[in-house]
Every structure is written in C-alpha cells, then in structure tokens.
C-alpha cells in the first residue's frame, strides 16, 4: 500500500521510512524488486518506473 501510494503521489507519516526500509531489506523482497525492476521505495530522487 505504501508503494501504491507513492505512486500515486499520497504523503505518508515519515515513522513508515524504517519499516519499509526494513521489509525491503528481506532477501524475498529484494529478489523481486530485482525482478520488477523497481528502486527502494525511499531511494532519494530515485522515481519508480511506470507500469
């Protein structure tokens, strides 16, 4: 939901940016980041691709 919402330009409370750094720092969420092609949520300046 937070990426969604990033992608669709909501703002989230900042308290989210350790928790998502957290789940994308799993090895199961990292092999599929890869595999969509899609940066860290958090990434500075790093917009995601368009799908």
């Excluded at 998502?20 to 500075?44: M, N, T, W």
């Amino acid at each position: 939901m937070l990426r969604w919402g990033a992608m669709v330009g909501l703002e989230t409370p900042g308290i989210f940016e350790a928790f998502v750094e957290a789940v994308e720092s799993r090895g199961a969420v990292k092999a599929v980041l890869a595999a969509e092609e899609l940066q860290p949520l958090y990434a500075a300046a790093s917009p995601l691709p368009a799908t």
